[in-house]
């Protein structure tokens, strides 16, 4: 077997699981909304969970996707035109991901979490040097 057809087989591979993933994250999200919802009855906070469990496995099946074309395009086809379409494929791809991050935390990926607020904050803090923010 030539590395090619072994490489080809990996890309297959992790396209599959990319799809298995979508798949499957949808499945386990539909089954724990509507779970959700013949205890609880209808609610929002039950949407919005089964919309973040949806996305969540949206992003894990884009992520394995985008291996898989790399791992076809690099190690199987390296021509300038399989390199292009890979590059558009990625960039759509990489939009969809930041686009349902944003959609699911609130905040860019890059965006760091926000800290949890801290009692007596509006007080005064200590700095690092010991001083309560209120004294500077």
Same mark, same amino acid.
Request: hydrophobic share 50%; no cysteine.
């Given at each position: ?25 949808? +499945? ?38 985008? +291996? ?18 890979? +590059?558009?494929?990625? %960039?759509?791809?990489?939009? %969809?991901?930041?686009? %349902? ?17 801290? +009692? ?17």
């Amino acid at each position: 077997m030539e590395f090619q057809e072994v490489m080809e087989g990996f890309g297959k591979a992790v396209d599959a699981a990319g799809v298995v993933a979508i798949v499957i994250g949808a +499945a386990v999200a539909t089954l724990l909304a509507a779970m959700a919802l013949l205890r609880r009855g209808a609610g929002n906070d039950v949407y919005e969970q089964y919309r973040r469990r949806l996305g969540r496995s949206i992003l894990l099946g884009l992520e394995l996707l985008v +291996a898989a074309d790399i791992i076809r395009t690099v190690a199987v086809t390296p021509t300038f035109e399989s390199v292009g379409v890979l +590059a558009l494929i990625v %960039l759509i791809r990489t939009f %969809l991901s930041f686009s %349902l991050e944003l959609e699911i935390t609130g905040r860019w990926p890059w965006q760091k979490a926000p800290a949890p607020a801290v +009692a007596g904050d509006a007080a005064g803090t200590v700095t690092s040097r010991g001083e309560s923010s209120a004294q500077q």
